[in-house]
């Protein structure tokens, strides 16, 4: 029997994650897209200087804009950007180095390799 004090529990130890470790979270990169009509693409390639990657969706032989393109960005097996292209033109921020930037539009997935500085990429259709 305690008198006086009361009877404290240990604190359980912290979990220790055994195996790999858990997979960074995919960091979406400061990105813009758009494009769809005159006015929007127009405005939209007036921001381009605030981004160091740019590219183009585009499908058919006539190259039509493409939007609601799902994106995935990697570095390696590791990826740094994740998003839908809501337009046929993507400008992204990314830290300096290559990239190959992914895309799937109509069950078809599309890759181009890039690099940091290359405003005029293309996937295509």
Same mark, same amino acid.
């Given at each position: 029997m305690?008198?006086?004090?009361q009877a404290?529990?240990p604190t /359980? %130890? $912290? +979990?220790v &994650? =055994? @195996? !790999?470790? /858990? %997979? $960074? +979270?995919? &960091? =979406? @990169? !400061?990105?813009?897209?758009?494009?769809?009509?005159d006015s !929007?693409?127009?405005?939209?390639?007036?921001?381009?200087?605030?981004?160091?990657?740019?590219f183009?969706?585009?499908?058919?032989?006539?190259?039509?804009?493409?939007?609601?393109?799902?994106?995935?960005?990697?570095?390696?097996?590791?990826?740094?950007a994740?998003?839908?292209?809501?337009g046929p033109?993507?400008?992204?921020?990314?830290?300096?180095g290559?990239y190959?930037?992914?895309?799937?539009h109509?069950?078809?997935?599309?890759?181009?390799?890039v690099h940091?500085?290359?405003?005029?990429n293309?996937?295509?259709?």
């Amino acid at each position: 029997m305690l008198s006086g004090a009361q009877a404290q529990m240990p604190t /359980p %130890p $912290a +979990p220790v &994650h =055994v @195996g !790999s470790p /858990p %997979p $960074a +979270p995919v &960091h =979406v @990169g !400061s990105h813009l897209c758009g494009g769809v009509g005159d006015s !929007s693409l127009t405005q939209l390639q007036s921001r381009a200087t605030d981004y160091n990657l740019g590219f183009w969706m585009v499908g058919g032989p006539g190259g039509a804009y493409l939007a609601d393109v799902p994106i995935e960005i990697r570095s390696g097996s590791r990826t740094v950007a994740r998003f839908t292209a809501d337009g046929p033109l993507c400008y992204v921020k990314l830290p300096g180095g290559r990239y190959t930037v992914t895309g799937t539009h109509n069950g078809q997935t599309r890759s181009v390799q890039v690099h940091s500085g290359s405003m005029n990429n293309y996937l295509r259709w």
